[in-house]
């Protein structure tokens, strides 16, 4: 990409958009096509489709999508795959009606089953049962995919598709109930740091494992893959190191400085046992994170007390 170029980041407001828009802004990208959801509702095809007929980007970021955790996933299944199936439908299909050079899909680690080995290979999408959790997310997210598949091969599109890690960091969702685990902990330790409470209660065992990646890594891995990748199979993007919730809230305890207890609600569910990608193809690439785990943690938390309280 030429740092003339036009280009389209969808959901540029979200935890991944707005860290590649700073990325793209910070290496002298000048010409960024960005619209609120009040500016322009992706799920709008007539809407959608003026946006591109008027603006004509030449690549588009495909970060725009309804995300939440556990609980939203459970209490919006409707919303999570008709508003992620709209949102993909018209800005594919737009895409290569109006020629755009290459398209960035972001999928998601939910796509892969329930079950499956880990870490995560490629080969094992679509050969088991999803999460029940999020199994309308998953199966949004993986018509997505095979929507990019099926356009580069039938019209010779350029659509790559991306898988990352569980993503947290700079303006990430805080939301009490509709937050992913990072975020949602963060919040809740922080007031009971602040609140002098003796405990703060998780969800489920503790025992699941989750593979976190921080979100500025991830948006130079895909700015990486946009540069580098034009594989028809999905690239799994992590940290290639998956940790536990209770040692995730271990090291959240201590970056925040909350001294109370632990406890988990073994009646709530822990989701996928174990969440972990096989990032080889990404490595073999010549791209791997930089940040630790509490070094990320650290900044986002350090956001968080500038931002949201």
Same mark, same amino acid.
């Given at each position: 990409m030429n740092k003339n170029a036009r280009i389209y980041v969808a959901g540029h407001t979200? &935890?991944?958009g707005s860290s590649l828009v700073r990325k793209l802004q910070e290496l002298g990208y000048s010409n960024l096509l960005l619209r609120t959801h009040e500016e322009l509702d992706l799920t709008d095809q007539a809407k959608t489709a003026s946006f591109f007929a008027e603006e004509k980007p030449e690549y588009v970021f495909l970060a725009a999508?309804?995300?939440?955790?556990i609980f939203a996933n459970e209490n919006y299944p409707a919303e999570f795959i008709y508003d992620n199936l709209?949102?993909? @439908?018209?800005?594919?299909?737009?895409?290569?009606?109006?020629?755009?050079?290459?398209?960035?899909?972001?999928?998601s680690s939910c796509m892969y089953p329930k079950n499956c080995k880990q870490p995560m290979q490629i080969d094992s999408i679509l050969t088991g049962p999803l999460e029940p959790t999020n199994e309308p997310y998953a199966l949004a997210k993986l018509s997505g995919m095979k929507m990019c598949q099926?356009? @580069?091969r039938q019209y010779g599109t350029k659509n790559i598709v991306v898988i990352p890690a569980g993503l947290y960091g700079?303006? !990430?969702?805080?939301?009490?109930e509709n937050s992913h685990v990072i975020p949602a902990?963060?919040?809740?330790?922080?007031?009971?740091?602040?609140?002098?409470k003796a405990s703060v209660t998780l969800w489920g065992t503790g025992s699941a494992q989750r593979e976190f990646l921080f979100v500025d890594d991830m948006a130079e891995a895909i700015l990486f893959l946009m540069e580098n990748y034009? !594989? @028809?199979?999905?690239?799994?993007?992590?940290?290639?190191?998956?940790?536990?919730?209770k040692d995730l809230a271990i090291v959240l305890k201590d970056v925040i400085g909350f001294e109370g207890a632990l406890e988990f609600d073994t009646t709530k569910p822990d989701g996928m046992p174990i969440k972990? $990608?096989?990032?080889?193809?990404?490595?073999? &690439?010549?791209?791997?994170?930089?940040?630790?785990?509490?070094?990320? $943690?650290a900044l986002t938390y350090e956001w968080y007390l500038s931002t949201c309280k």
């Open positions: 979200g &935890l991944v999508a309804r995300v939440g955790g709209q949102i993909q @439908n018209n800005i594919i299909d737009q895409s290569h009606k109006n020629e755009v050079k290459k398209l960035l899909f972001f999928g099926s356009y @580069n700079m303006n !990430d969702n805080f939301h009490p902990l963060i919040r809740r330790f922080h007031e009971a740091k602040v609140e002098k034009e !594989d @028809n199979a999905p690239v799994n993007v992590g940290y290639d190191k998956a940790v536990s919730i972990q $990608l096989d990032s080889t193809v990404l490595k073999e &690439l010549g791209w791997s994170a930089s940040k630790s785990l509490k070094e990320g $943690l």
